[in-house]
């Protein structure tokens, strides 16, 4: 499979539709022209975008991109389209503008406060960086990127999965390996939550690594495949061709076929392997979506005729794949294949005691101390930079609700006083809200079900309000908003909260509803007699039977 720094689709590709609401039309089709871009167009085409532009089409996709982003201001779209004109440009080869557009994208997600964000767009970095030949400045961006990553614990968050799957094949791509397997241990827990596309090409991953290993045991004395690696290869294969179904990534039974027959190269009939690996047409034609596939395809061939004594018809194939992988696969894996041709240009390669062997075992040694330096070099980075971060998230945590992720009473209070002295002609609202029915939820279904309430509501008043607004969660099931706005405005935003918790989900089966105390200073104001206010309306409000906002 591929390796490009996407977990959307960074090893094989979904077939790209054409159904839902804002998909642009397939490369091909001319209509993409007449397509007015929205910030919700944008956040649709996404995947449908990294899907083409790994399927032969970057520059009809990229033309798009560059269209959307001069239409869409709106952070979390502009970014998502960033992130695919980073990788276009990648994958076109034009390396050294991406890594500037990558750099940009990092910024843009760290004055938004998109952290998923950022770490997929630090994961996209290290690649080009790597590419780029820059692997110290590579391995700074991976600990930047495991530093942030740290932080992203709702792993049943998508975006969240896709960043982690992005920093887990980064890791790969460096040879930080141990991190990749605590990125993938982390996985692990909500493999089950996982969207198909995530859990089949973790799977293919595993199933490739499982191969390399198989393949790499018979370079060392006493130069036998590893049966038990290549067995699993196939069987994890399998269970990613299973768990697809061929409804979402074409290149996954393809990477089945591949993996069956290496096995078969390496262990059993060459000849039955030749002709197994024959009938696959076309696979050095396929794009980096086929990328590992193609390694260990030609890595069966040349070993399938290698045992037919046909050693050198099977290293000018061999030669030939290695100039089609490079730069779309791990090092590792182009190490695997080389070898495999340098056998068949040269069978003593692999006597006891040759000089090769010899070479080799100090070029492995050689490596493993580089990769042991790197490793080191990551670590200490990760520690400093995860230090640094910790001072940050302890001081922003003494301000959070640890059940609500809201702002807590203290922070919503430090809030409340900076905004109640701020001068005259600056309208602000103050509002207090307090959850009709949520007493009910607590008596009769218990306050596990009362807390689901809670963050339902939480979320629902964080998504209703605007992003510079302030939310807090005052305490049990008040909350309280400070919003710069006059009184019309201030009882529309009201309405709007209101009526988004009406129609949470959680707080539709429970009849919750909201009683709103508003209260706007246009002067400053001493905030306990500005709390007043709003605490005499929101109880005018119950009054009269909730469900209602009030001015006062």
């Not at 460096?174 to 990125?183: C, K, L, N, Q």
């Not at 709103?516 to 109880?539: K, Q």
Request: aromatic share 4%.
């Amino acid at each position: 499979m591929g390796t490009i720094s996407s977990s959307d689709a960074h090893h094989a590709h979904p077939a790209p539709s054409m159904s839902g609401p804002g998909l642009v039309p397939l490369a091909g089709s001319g209509a993409s022209a007449h397509v007015r871009w929205t910030a919700d167009a944008v956040l649709e085409a996404r995947q449908d975008w990294v899907v083409r532009a790994q399927d032969g089409f970057a520059e009809d996709v990229l033309a798009e991109v560059e269209q959307a982003l001069r239409s869409v201001p709106e952070p979390h779209a502009h970014a998502a389209a960033l992130y695919v004109q980073g990788l276009c440009l990648m994958t076109l080869g034009e390396t050294s503008i991406a890594v500037t557009v990558a750099r940009e994208l990092i910024a843009l997600c760290r004055r938004t406060g998109q952290v998923a964000g950022a770490v997929q767009a630090r994961a996209l970095l290290v690649e080009l960086l790597r590419r780029e030949g820059q692997l110290e400045q590579a391995v700074e961006q991976l600990a930047h990127g495991a530093a942030a990553a740290s932080a992203l614990d709702d792993l049943l968050d998508p975006e969240v999965q896709t960043a982690l799957a992005a920093l887990m094949l980064a890791h790969r791509m460096i040879g930080v390996r141990e991190g990749a397997r605590e990125i993938r241990q982390r996985l692990d827990t909500v493999e089950r939550f996982l969207p198909r596309h995530q859990q089949v090409s973790r799977l293919s991953n595993l199933a490739f690594e499982h191969a390399e290993r198989g393949v790499r045991a018979a370079h060392r004395p006493p130069f036998a495949p590893g049966r038990d690696d290549l067995a699993e290869a196939v069987a994890t294969i399998s269970r990613a061709a299973v768990a697809d179904g061929g409804r979402t990534y074409r290149v996954v039974e393809l990477e089945r076929q591949v993996l069956v027959a290496l096995y078969e190269a390496m262990l059993g009939d060459p000849a039955l392997a030749q002709a197994q690996l024959t009938a696959i047409p076309g696979i050095l034609e396929r794009g980096p979506e086929a990328a590992s596939a193609q390694v260990f395809w030609a890595i069966g061939m040349v070993r399938a005729l290698a045992r037919q004594d046909r050693a050198v018809e099977g290293a000018a194939i061999g030669a030939r794949a290695l100039a089609v992988v490079r730069g779309h696969v791990v090092d590792s894996e182009r190490q695997v294949l080389a070898y495999e041709v340098a056998l068949a240009e040269h069978p003593p390669l692999n006597d006891p005691g040759s000089g090769t062997i010899e070479y080799l075992t100090l070029a492995g040694r050689r490596a493993d101390e580089t990769s042991t330096l790197l490793d080191a070099l990551f670590r200490a980075r990760v520690d400093l930079l995860r230090g640094a971060d910790e001072r940050k998230v302890l001081a922003r945590a003494a301000r959070l609700d640890s059940l609500t992720n809201l702002v807590n009473r203290r922070g919503g209070a430090d809030a409340i006083s900076e905004a109640a002295s701020l001068p005259v002609g600056e309208p602000v609202a103050l509002l207090l809200i307090d959850l009709d029915g949520f007493k009910e939820v607590n008596d009769s279904q218990g306050h596990l079900a009362g807390d689901v309430v809670l963050r339902e509501v939480s979320t629902a008043l964080r998504t209703a309000a605007r992003l510079e607004d302030v939310v807090a969660r005052w305490g049990g099931d008040e909350f309280v908003v400070i919003a710069a706005l006059e009184e019309g405005r201030a009882v529309a935003l009201a309405e709007r909260l209101q009526e988004t918790i009406r129609h949470c989900p959680q707080s539709a089966g429970a009849r919750i509803s909201a009683s709103i105390g508003v209260a706007v200073r246009t002067a400053p104001i001493d905030e306990h007699e500005w709390l007043r206010r709003a605490d005499e309306a929101m109880y005018a409000a119950k009054r009269a039977g909730g469900n209602a906002a009030v001015v006062g």
